[in-house]
């Protein structure tokens, strides 16, 4: 067999293995869903631990998203005015930068937000009991390690996602009438008079709808990528970034699939 032909073959080799392992992971984490949807209807419900959750992703996460949510907004502000003011429509600043941040900017960047510091802390917390062997003790004790360990955290995930994401919206739409109307000198009646023109309701349902569904795509990654840590200290910090990456990257997947699908019927 000549080298180029050898070659050829090792890249087919190489691509057909990448492609097997991903349709492999597709249908193992597919399999966690299903069983995380079986758990969810069973008894115990664990309200407590439901509580907690959403208190380490919601109220832990204040600070990150109102601080994202005020620079955003205002950043949003100055570039659209420059922008406008060129062709003389600058009062439109308000409701431009209003549905930017309620269609795309607050569910998507709070999405990321959200990934990177709840997604990793549900990876490393369920992957150190992984490997300290926790979970197999609770196994032993006849505790579901799902049920325990999974459901509060995508339920809580689900929930918390679009509170964080209505304030992001609210700061947001703070920092860029501030913005607007102090520092651009924008007229603030003609400035919430515009607003109220375009803003609708559907906009708003849009950016929730959103991040309900990015709120149980993170969680959902981050507490099976949690599941499936081995290898001690190493195995944890791998699980951890894996949850990282593959829950901003299905955060912008799902943005416009979402979008794709929510402009025809909202």
Known sequence: MSTTALEFRKSVEK?????????????????????FLYWLVRPPFRIRLIFEQLYFIGNKSIFIIFLSGAFTGMVMAYQTYFGFKIISVDSLVGPVV????????????????????????????????KVTEQIDALEVMGINGIQYLAVPRIIAGTLALPMLSSIFLLIGNIGSYIVGTKALMIDENLYLSKISEYMLVEDILQGLIKSFFFGILISLIGTYFGFQVEKGAEGVGRGTNLAVVWGMIC????????????????
């Open 15 to 35: 691509t057909g293995a990448y492609v097997l392992d991903g349709l492999k992971g597709l249908g193992s984490i597919t399999l966690f869903g299903t069983r």
């Open 98 to 129: 209003a549905l930017a941040l309620a269609k795309e900017l607050a569910p998507v960047l709070t999405g990321l937000i959200v990934a990177g510091r709840a997604g990793a802390a549900m990876a490393a917390q369920i992957g150190s009991m």
């Open 251 to 266: 955060v912008l997947i799902f943005d416009y699939i979402l979008t794709s699908f929510l402009v025809h019927i909202l």
